[in-house]
């Protein structure tokens, strides 16, 4: 499945994918992030394995901060940001499922 992303990370793999079913390990450099986005039909579901890390949600702007071995889960249609604690690296596995993925960015200036 070819993807483009709007926003560089340090570095992405893929572990497994269906046609319904991702599941990656994403590391973000200091300074980088996930921007502000939601998905239509998936849930995302952060699993931390070096941080801390923190996930936004829009809708009361939440901040849930995660440690290593922490978990999370943002439920399709609610925008989300993610990134390292102050500013620092981060590295988490997230299983996107289940459902069509997509990337739906959010402007929230």
Not at 15 to 39: D, F, K, M, N
Request: glycine share 10%; with cysteine; proline share 6%.
């Amino acid at each position: 499945m070819a993807e483009q992303h709007s926003y560089e990370i340090e570095k992405r793999e893929r572990i497994a994918e269906t046609p319904t079913l991702r599941v990656s390990v994403l590391t973000l450099a200091p300074g980088q992030c996930v921007p502000w986005h939601y998905h239509n039909e998936v849930t995302d579901t952060f699993f931390c394995l070096e941080g801390p890390m923190v996930v936004e949600t829009q809708g009361g702007r939440s901040k849930t901060e995660l440690a290593p071995g922490d978990t999370y889960a943002v439920p399709q249609r609610k925008a989300h940001y993610v990134r390292g604690k102050d500013g620092g690296r981060c590295k988490f596995l997230i299983v996107q499922g289940v459902g069509n993925y997509d990337f739906i960015p959010v402007d929230l200036k």
